[in-house]
């Protein structure tokens, strides 16, 4: 299929052997994200890109096909085409152009109302109930509080396989945004407000969490490691927090909330009760605004 | 070094806000990099000073250039401005490009600080002093001799409008020499840009360049809109416009409308930071999803201001390269309007992620999606307009071609993205910055390129050199995907956007493609610089005097190159769309080139020095605002004012052209088009193209 | 047939039509900034952080007289228009100008002493978002009545000086679009922020 002249090129063997190196090597890179989905919303959200992707190759084919076809048969050198200088319009051409677009946008449409539905980060996931989790986006770490259990982590997020967590989230100082793109779609954390999440794993593992929205010199080093513990383990892993000799207060917060990167996870055996209501209130929570889900006063639009 | 050296008279600024300084304390990389591009932009201005006064010509430049209120004038004025920034920009992208490749697991050699104002200034210059002025420049030019005006509705208010625009983007340059600019990105969010978190100039420069910016394209839009509807030729109706003129008019509404939300969001931050307002702070009751809000209820119609003048140029380009009529006119402009006003409905699907109800991200992912319509109607009359045509493959040509097939899959993924639990993942990583590149270079960008090549011929008089042309074009087209389809995959990783230091060691060999590709890129614009110089040098053999190399269909294209300073001699009738082609092809006319039956006075505005006034001294104001000079943001604004009520008493603004002068220059023109040689479209790439189409 | 040196320079009919039409677009773009500002107020009426409410601040006496007043002076500079459309003796005209910068001047005193009791009653704008809200919304008027007010007496030295060719009736006939233009954005000023805020 490729001609022999061409594969004798030297630039097209080099552009060929990078090629492959890269396809190869790099293929690796996407193991790091949702087409390695490792929970139910991921790996939903993930069923929707391919959806989506095959039927849209539907919309970009014929544009990559008729561009270059009718570009190179009615070029200027070709004697053998048809020339009609001032033919503008066909209906049929018209009907063309618009109707299947427009269908195609309305089947997208059925599958976008869906599907954001199902994978709203504020649905509770079906099964077991949750564990709850409270996330305090800090700058340049991700402190995450369970109130259940009396524990807080820095950048370590524990989860027992199968079972789903419900993370509320806020920031300590600016906009931020949590990402573990192996187990869902991200959502911001914003003074003095709430937002949620909802995800599982539904295979054990160590999973890369992250803050997407630039909040300073250490923003690329803002990442966090969420591990995904059979039953045993996560009861193991919850011991192992339990017995941490640090308290996290009012004292202790305040060498926490200061403006650094932490190399190694840390953990709190004991916490404060109510630090992360605390936190929102002082960042502007004028205690009415607690959700937004939706506009700030619909405390009833909830799930 | 770290305290105001002199308060009352300098403000906030320390020695060390020199980048001088910084190298010399602490030279590492970063500081050096820092230092080389602020003596740069000193010795930059020194030089161009000095070849001046050498060559003797800066009573020229103020004459002809400076003060000119000529809607031709201006109008390469806005383009050269935007070549400049798109170099420095570009630069900033290379650099950005090679720290990422080469910091993973190392710091690399800029600091966090340096890439955080790199990736800020690139997004700004790109957005608001590269693609605006050159956008706004193009439909300077054209859009007038297009109608058969004489000039714009306003022209001293577009040299107003122009030297706003040259003012923040001397702010720009300025933040290179003087203090540091934003690390919030180009679009500035609070709490991070308000002074709790980012108390240095930074955001005041990014704040002030950007207003002055918005204000002069708020003009540009309302002048724009003006010409069309007031001064277009007799017998002119909208329908028989030029789809250039069509794309320009809906631009201009855009510009209009969503211009004041940006002078709003960074008005508020401005307050916040100047006067300790909460609006978007987080005590106290501040609310930074407003800024959101606003600064995309601007952000969305934004990218359809920078796009449509460029479907607009394609539309020019495609119809006359096919040698055809354009297909189907009446689709092109509904689709035109539909993209307007669709615009203005979709802003949300830039903040998907801020914890909406799964109603509302729906409802505007479905209204995102639903602008793919008239875009992908636009695009396949491009492509039915080459059916049964005799397609030539120029530079414009190849540009429109390239923008075909590859913004299509920008269109895919910008559909993708419309959906917002693809969004959730994918926002804010490099998958995002892939689209709207993909969106931004193959559209905007190939466009500007493409109007360039097409109209550079009308405005100077010769073309460009074609094998040039071609070496730029290959060089843009594989650059952008070398530079950024490696991004789309790095994005679907899981890699965030803005980020300084990598330590996933599988993104390497994406990260070196795409540095390769910035490159590929930083050779595409240096062909286009060296392409000019040729095309200089032999200006002579690619003379076009006639007026139009292109077998041009519209009414720039009937008149001589360059044109003169009224364009028309008299002021043409009208009777349809292509007008000035179908008086070519017409048997029983006496044809497009006949001589007028009289010639009248023509009125032209005088040279005005107010324009440059008030852009310089609204810069100065707000240097002054920046550095908390007070005195000097006062004594600014106090000039600007002056030169608006002494523009306002003047009385000896226009001067008369006389009939009889009008008419020599015009039979001149005339006469040397009766001996020119008239040339089918197989030779229009050669010396024998005088400028006079074979009929 | 030559124009003279003054006829080039004052515009035709068709140019004043095209000078107007781009004023009220300006117009147009200067309303959507004041309905974002309102919009953008309306979201941040409870923001009050424990500080001074609307109900508390707003005092509607000031407010009312300070509508009369602009809606006066609308009248006012409309009566002026009038003199000049029909050629009344300048004096007339000067009169009626004179009565609307004095308007607008007395508007703007009141508006002043109305902040200045706010902010001596611990209503100042960075005391919490609703009041930064009221006062980005608020003052932005009384500055577009400043430069009114400019405007207005620049008008006044031209007519003086120039006299009313048509380039100043051209101006004059902008500066009243802009003059009422105000008139109505303070009416809005005034029932949804003042107004508005004894509802709630």
């Known amino acids: 299929m490729i001609r022999r002249e061409f594969v004798r090129l030297p630039v097209a063997r080099w552009a060929i052997s990078v090629g492959l190196l890269v396809a190869l090597g790099g293929c690796s890179a996407l193991g790091h994200g949702f087409l390695a989905a490792a929970g139910p919303v991921a790996t939903h959200e993930r069923q929707l890109f391919l959806v989506v992707s095959a039927i849209l190759v539907f919309v970009a084919g014929p544009v990559l096909l008729l561009t270059p076809l009718f570009a190179w048969h009615y070029r200027l050198g070709n004697a053998d085409d048809a020339y009609r200088p001032n033919w503008n319009f066909s209906w049929w051409v018209e009907a063309l152009i618009w109707i299947p677009p427009i269908g195609i946008v309305v089947v997208l449409a059925v599958l976008l109302w869906t599907w954001t539905h199902i994978d709203d980060p504020y649905r509770k996931l079906p099964g077991a109930a949750p564990i709850e989790i409270e996330a305090i986006a800090l700058d340049w770490k991700w402190l995450f509080i369970y109130p259940d259990e009396g524990i807080a982590t820095i950048n370590q997020l524990a989860i027992p396989v199968g079972r789903p967590a419900h993370i509320r989230l806020t920031s300590a100082t600016v906009m931020q945004s949590m990402l573990i793109p192996r187990l869902a779609g991200q959502i911001y954390a914003m003074g003095g407000m709430t937002t949620e999440l909802n995800l599982a794993a539904s295979r054990p593992g160590q999973y890369l969490g992250k803050n997407t929205q630039y909040n300073g010199a250490g923003f690329a080093r803002e990442r966090f490691t969420v591990l995904a513990l059979p039953g045993a383990g996560y009861q193991a892993w919850l011991g192992r927090a339990h017995a941490a000799p640090r308290m996290l207060d009012q004292t202790t917060w305040r060498a926490v909330a200061e403006r650094s990167v932490v190399p190694q996870p840390v953990f709190f055996g004991t916490v404060q009760p109510g630090l992360f209501g605390q936190v929102v209130a002082k960042t502007g929570g004028s205690g009415s605004a607690g959700t937004m889900h939706g506009m700030p006063m619909k405390a009833k639009d909830s799930r | ?280 702070t987080n005590d106290l009751g501040g609310n930074m999803m407003n800024y959101a809000n606003l600064f995309w209820l601007f952000g969305h119609p934004e990218v ?21 009529e354009l297909y189907g006119y009446t689709s092109l402009v509904l689709a035109t309007m539909v993209i307007a006003v669709l615009s203005f409905t979709v802003w949300v699907h830039h903040f998907f992620t801020m914890g909406q109800s799964a109603n509302l991200n729906a409802v505007f992912g479905i209204a995102t999606m639903t602008i793919g319509v008239p875009t992908g109607v636009k695009i396949y009359d491009w492509i039915w307009t080459m059916f049964r045509g005799e397609v030539r493959f120029t530079v414009p040509m190849l540009y429109a071609l390239a923008f075909m097939m590859t913004f299509v899959l920008g269109g895919f993924t910008g559909i993708l993205l419309a959906m917002p639990p693809l969004d959730y993942l994918v926002h804010n990583t490099l998958f995002l910055v892939a689209h709207f590149h993909n969106m931004l270079i193959p559209g905007l960008l190939y466009g500007m390129i493409a109007g360039y090549h097409y109209w550079f011929p009308k405005a100077f008089g010769f073309r460009l050199d074609e094998k040039w042309g071609r070496i730029a074009f290959t060089c843009w087209v594989v650059g952008f995907y070398l ?59 690619l003379r076009v005097f006639a007026g139009d190399p292109w077998d041009g269909r519209t009414l720039e294209w009937s008149i001589a190159s360059p044109p003169p300073e009224y364009n028309f001699a008299v002021v043409p009738n009208v009777d349809g769309r292509d007008i000035f082609y179908r008086r070519k092809h017409a048997e029983h006319q006496a044809g497009p080139y006949a001589e007028p039956y009289a010639y009248e006075d023509i009125v032209m505005p005088r040279n005005s020095a107010s324009g440059v006034a008030i852009g310089v001294f609204a810069a100065v104001s707000a240097f002054g605002l920046i550095w908390h000079m007070w005195w000097l943001g006062v004594a600014g604004g106090v000039v600007v004012i002056a030169a608006l009520v002494t523009r306002s008493f003047g009385r000896d603004q226009h001067r008369i052209l006389l009939a009889a002068d009008v008419a020599r220059e015009d039979r001149r023109w005339r006469a040397a088009l009766a001996e020119a040689q008239a040339i089918p479209r197989q030779r229009e790439m050669t010396t024998a193209n005088q400028g006079l189409a074979e009929r | 047939m030559s124009k003279t040196a003054t006829e080039i320079e004052q515009p035709n009919a068709e140019q004043d039509d095209t000078a107007l039409f781009g004023f009220w677009i300006f117009l147009m773009s200067d309303a959507v900034i004041f309905a974002l500002l309102f919009a953008t107020y309306g979201t941040m009426t409870q923001a009050t952080a424990g500080g001074p409410t609307a109900a508390a601040e707003f005092k509607l006496l000031p407010a009312f007289i300070e509508t009369l007043l602009l809606l006066t002076s609308s009248a006012t500079f409309g009566r002026a228009s009038v003199a000049m459309k029909y050629d009344e003796p300048r004096r007339v005209l000067f009169f009626w100008l004179f009565v609307t910068l004095g308007l607008g001047l007395v508007f703007l005193g009141f508006e002043a002493k109305d902040f200045a009791d706010m902010v001596a009653d611990g209503a100042y704008p960075s005391r919490s978002g609703f009041l930064s809200a009221f006062f980005a919304l608020v003052p932005l008027h009384g500055l577009h009545v400043i430069a009114g007010c400019f405007w207005l007496i620049v008008m006044i030295v031209q007519v003086r000086v120039i006299g009313l060719d048509r380039r100043v009736k051209l101006n004059l006939l902008r500066l009243g679009l802009f003059w009422h233009f105000l008139d109505v954005v303070w009416i809005a000023i005034f029932s949804v922020v003042y107004l508005g805020g004894h509802i709630a």
């Not at chain 2, 990260?511 to 040729?534: N, T």
């Open chain 2, 483 to 541: 530079a950024f389809m490696p991004l789309y995959v790095l994005g679907a990783s899981g890699m965030a956007r803005r980020t300084h230091e990598i330590f996933d060691p599988a993104f390497r060999p994406w990260l070196y493609v795409a540095m390769a590709g910035a490159g590929v890129l930083f050779c595409a614009l240096g062909s286009l610089f060296v392409q000019l110089v040729v095309s200089i040098r032999n200006r002579d053999a």
């Open chain 2, 304 to 324: 359809y201001i920078l796009i449509l003048p460029a479907f607009g140029v394609y539309s020019e380009v495609v119809s006359t390269f096919s040698t055809k």
């Open chain 2, 1 to 280: 070094m770290n305290t105001p050296v002199w308060p009352l008279l300098l403000g906030r600024f320390e020695w060390r806000d020199l980048p001088f300084v910084r190298a010399i304390l602490d030279p590492s990389a970063s500081n050096l990099v820092g230092a080389f591009a602020g003596g740069l932009v000193v010795v930059g201005a020194i030089v161009v000073a000095l070849l001046l006064t050498r060559y003797g010509k800066w009573r020229y430049l103020w004459t002809e250039w400076l003060t000119s209120l000529d809607h031709k004038k201006i109008g390469i004025m806005y383009i050269a401005l935007a070549f400049v920034m798109l170099s420095r920009a570009l630069v900033e992208a290379v650099l950005m490009r090679g720290q990422q490749a080469v910091a993973i697991n190392n710091p690399g050699f800029l600091t966090p600080d340096h890439f955080g104002e790199l990736f800020s200034t690139h997004g700004s210059i790109m957005i608001f002093f590269m693609a605006m002025p050159f956008l706004t420049g193009l439909i300077n030019f054209v859009m007038p001799l297009q109608i058969g005006a004489r000039d714009m509705a306003f022209p001293w208010a577009n040299s107003v409008a122009f030297w706003l625009t040259a003012g923040g983007a001397a702010l720009m340059m300025a933040s290179l020499v003087v203090g540091q600019f934003s690390t919030g990105g180009w679009t500035g969010y609070p709490p991070f840009t308000e002074l709790a978190f980012s108390p240095d100039v930074g955001p005041d420069y990014w704040i002030w360049a950007v207003s002055l910016g918005s204000i002069g394209s708020t003009m540009a839009g309302i002048n724009i809109a003006c010409t069309l509807y007031k001064q277009r030729a007799p017998g002119m109706a909208f329908m028989a416009m030029p789809l250039f003129c069509w794309t320009s008019l809906c631009t201009s509404i855009l510009m209009i409308f969503a211009m004041p939300p940006l002078t709003v969001a960074t008005a508020l931050l401005a307050l916040d930071r100047y006067l300790g307002f909460h609006m978007f």
